[in-house]
């Protein structure tokens, strides 16, 4: 039991186990009712002895004091009860034990100093070790820091110098390839020597060549770089989304490129985007896989060709149209005298329909059908003169190891698909003529679906090339027939060209082409695409 006195206040401060009771005595019950409270309060944050929980209740008992007992003079007049948590037993309250407490509960708050004496100029051995310790670990840390700033410079420098080399050298490709085939072109047409040498410099000086040249090495060029920024921009590593935006970005280089050739240049690539696209769908099973689906769209593709070919010529390039007259032997004022005007309603200079006039003889003096039969034999020695260096330049600059070690059996094999390839051109234009021929010949009128038959009848005639190369036929006149499907819908106005719309096209077709995997090319285009663009890109 504690008292206290403090005026006419007598407080007393009982403990029990756990519990302690205060009992105060007064005469001015409401005025020291709150000094206690207050005075409590400001003992238990000094000395951390007690933790103030609650009132669990209030007792208050009154009793009048007797005039004869001075004791009696006071009442009591409150009493209660707090729970605490003793840990020990609890210290006499006295001065020098409640300064202990405090400073022990000062050291605790602040971490430990320099101590005074002989020990102030030095730290513990346990921080000191601590300290150096830290500092290693930020030096460390720091070091590969920089070591990491260095690598990523040294890379995107070697990044930037593979992308000038490689738009380089797409530049040289492709102006020299345009060149060459430019100058090979212009050289049946030399008279003299001199004049070749004069017409040689001027082709390779030419704006359309040099701008073709510009645009290949651009496409490369700007692919490449915007790969590296849009990876340093996203971070990480290589992945198809990086892949995507730059090819995407890229595309815009075909407006470097001759307006003329923009058309044919996106059909091309759509046409590749579109078969890297159906492997992938074939291989994860979205798309069914059909063992005749090469031939069957070269039929419907050269529908279109033949059609373009013996009705409305304008369809085609000029160049592609003579290259088929001269493969056929046929010539256009023939066709235009025999078949066309007829076809296209013209009359004769009393303005009669004009009469249906035979092949016999604008074409031929024997039948058709000796004569398809005789063209068989003639253009199968026209077509090898094409093919023999379709098949050969190829093994010569990417199989040259393989020819010279087994010149004997490489040289036979590539005269046999030489010949293959020779037999199915010469039959494609031998079917051609045999189905309108026999149209003509059977109704004696001219009707626009015999060329579509006729083009539909050439898919037989593809049986005669091996079977990779069947696909490839077909890759080639399936541009072909799409141009030509949309001028005719265009002349039509069942459609509208909008402006750079194959560039929008071209630029769909890069970003799908670049962002496919590997797994899903062939194997020669991917190794023409890693050449032109870099082995490290796909």
Not at 133 to 147: G, I, L
Not at 329 to 348: C, F, K, P, S, W
Request: charged share 20%; glycine share 6%; hydrophobic share 40%.
């Amino acid at each position: 039991m504690i008292h206290g006195y403090h005026g006419n206040v007598t407080v007393s401060i009982g403990f029990v186990e756990d519990l302690f009771s205060i009992e105060i005595c007064t005469d001015d019950v409401l005025q020291w009712t709150h000094l206690l409270l207050q005075q409590y309060r400001k003992y238990q944050y000094n000395t951390g002895i007690f933790r103030f929980r609650t009132f669990p209740s209030f007792k208050l008992v009154t009793s009048r004091r007797s005039p004869g007992q001075p004791n009696a003079a006071m009442e009591r007049i409150y009493s209660a009860f707090f729970t605490t948590e003793r840990r020990r037993e609890p210290p006499e309250l006295t001065a020098a034990a409640l300064e202990l407490h405090n400073e022990t509960q000062k050291s605790q708050r602040q971490p430990p100093l320099l101590r005074p004496g002989g020990d102030s100029g030095r730290r513990r051995p346990d921080a000191k070790d601590e300290s150096t310790h830290e500092t290693k670990r930020h030096a460390a840390a720091r070091r590969q820091e920089v070591e990491k700033m260095v690598m990523n410079w040294i890379s995107v420098k070697k990044d930037l110098e593979a992308a000038c080399q490689a738009a380089a050298r797409a530049f040289l490709l492709a102006y020299g390839a345009k060149a060459f085939t430019a100058v090979l072109l212009a050289s049946r047409k030399w008279s003299s020597l001199e004049y070749g040498y004069a017409d040689a410099a001027r082709l390779l000086l030419k704006g359309d060549t040099l701008r073709f040249g510009v645009f290949f090495g651009s496409l490369v060029g700007i692919f490449r770089v915007t790969e590296l920024v849009t990876r340093a921009a996203r971070g990480g590593e290589r992945d198809a989304i990086n892949l995507a935006i730059a090819g995407a970005v890229s595309g815009s280089a075909l407006l470097l490129d001759s307006p003329s050739r923009r058309n044919t240049i996106s059909l091309y690539i759509f046409v590749r985007m579109l078969d890297v696209v159906c492997r992938h769908l074939m291989s994860i099973g979205v798309l069914p896989t059909w063992r005749y689906s090469s031939e069957m769209l070269f039929a419907l593709s050269n529908a279109a060709i033949m059609y373009a070919f013996v009705v409305d010529p304008s369809l085609l390039p000029k160049g592609y149209y003579h290259w088929i007259c001269r493969i056929g032997a046929v010539n256009h004022h023939g066709l235009e005298y025999t078949i066309r005007q007829r076809m296209r309603g013209q009359l004769d200079t009393h303005g009669n329909p004009l009469p249906f006039r035979l092949c016999q003889p604008h074409y031929h003096m024997e039948s058709c059908v000796t004569h398809a039969i005789k063209e068989w034999i003639n253009g199968l020695g026209r077509s090898m003169q094409i093919y023999l260096p379709v098949h050969f330049l190829p093994a010569m600059f990417f199989r040259f190891q393989q020819l010279q070690g087994a010149p004997v059996s490489t040289t036979a094999r590539i005269s046999y698909a030489a010949l293959c390839s020779s037999a199915f051109l010469t039959s494609y234009q031998t079917v051609v003529k045999l189905v309108v021929c026999t149209a003509r010949n059977a109704f004696h009128r001219d009707f626009a679906a015999t060329s579509l038959v006729a083009g539909i009848a050439t898919g037989g005639a593809l049986f005669f090339e091996h079977t990779k190369r069947r696909f490839e036929l077909m890759l080639y006149c399936f541009p072909r027939a799409l141009d030509i499907v949309w001028q005719v819908l265009k002349r039509r106005g069942l459609v509208r060209y909008v402006k750079h719309s194959e560039v929008v096209l071209f630029c769909l077709s890069m970003s799908l082409i670049m962002s496919t995997p590997a797994r899903y090319f062939k194997p020669t285009y991917l190794r023409i695409l890693r050449f032109i663009f870099g082995g490290d890109i796909i």
